[in-house]
């Protein structure tokens, strides 16, 4: 007698194989989908924890009273200057001088040839009249980083303040060039020939870079950062840049100012996953310091 068997139980055994997969399939899909949807959520919530740090950090480095947010329909810009570092200028009272021998003497001589007390030269930042040069008090930090294409800025105290507002020129000249002074405890800053009317209260200036906007289009899907361009009074709406976070569907973004201390960036941007795993919304508030 031999073992085997029939067509008909054959038949049998497949149909029966199919009934279970597709009872099993039934009970496995519903937790497969969800498994996948909340993998694709956490991607996309990664994806905007990124872009919030990135914007986090940079805000934190902007200007006192320097950012500003204007759009274009669904286009948010919002704007802002660099700090690379700051500090604080020498504010004595320099020594008089003799007429013919001009004024401020930069860096430091001791005395200069023709003043009228025989003390040295401070070597102070003047105001209200033009100046090119002055000592720190101390040395500043991330001296390094500073380039000739940076700008000095004294009292920033933002849009509609007249000599006060970095963007439109009044409290901004371009860095020369920044050495060690006396003793190697503090610098020589040497910037293009500016008057400077406005005093800091604190005696701080700040040193930045070309301005930073973030761009954020749901049209295009696209959160971006653009930097490298020029200064403008007005605020501009540049193009291009690096993407920063994709799969954006709505973005608002605004700046208020709390006190004379303190002013608050909110950001709120809408994230969707092509695929259609699902969507997010992020909210963030950004303190920044007023004081300049």
Known sequence: MKNGFTLVEMVSVIAITAIIAAAVAVFLRVPLQSYQDAQRRAAITDAADTAFLRLKRDLQTALPNSVRVTNNGAVLYLEFLPMRTAGRYRAESPSPTVPATGSDTCPDVAPPAGTADGLADENVLQFGVADDCFTTLGNLPDRGTITASDFLVVYNLGSGFANADAYAGGNRSQIVSIAAGAGGVENVVRFNSHTFNLESPGRR????????????????????????????????MPAGGIPVALGITA?????????????????????ADPGGGGAVNLFQQVQLNNVP
């Open 205 to 236: 200036f700040q040193i930045v870079a070309s301005p930073v906007s973030y761009v954020c289009d749901p049209g295009a899907g696209m959160l971006s950062r653009v930097s490298g361009y020029a200064i403008s009074a007005a605020q501009p």
């Open 251 to 271: 973005c608002t973004m605004t700046y208020d100012v709390v006190n004379q201390r303190n002013s608050i960036v909110s950001i709120w941007l809408g994230f």
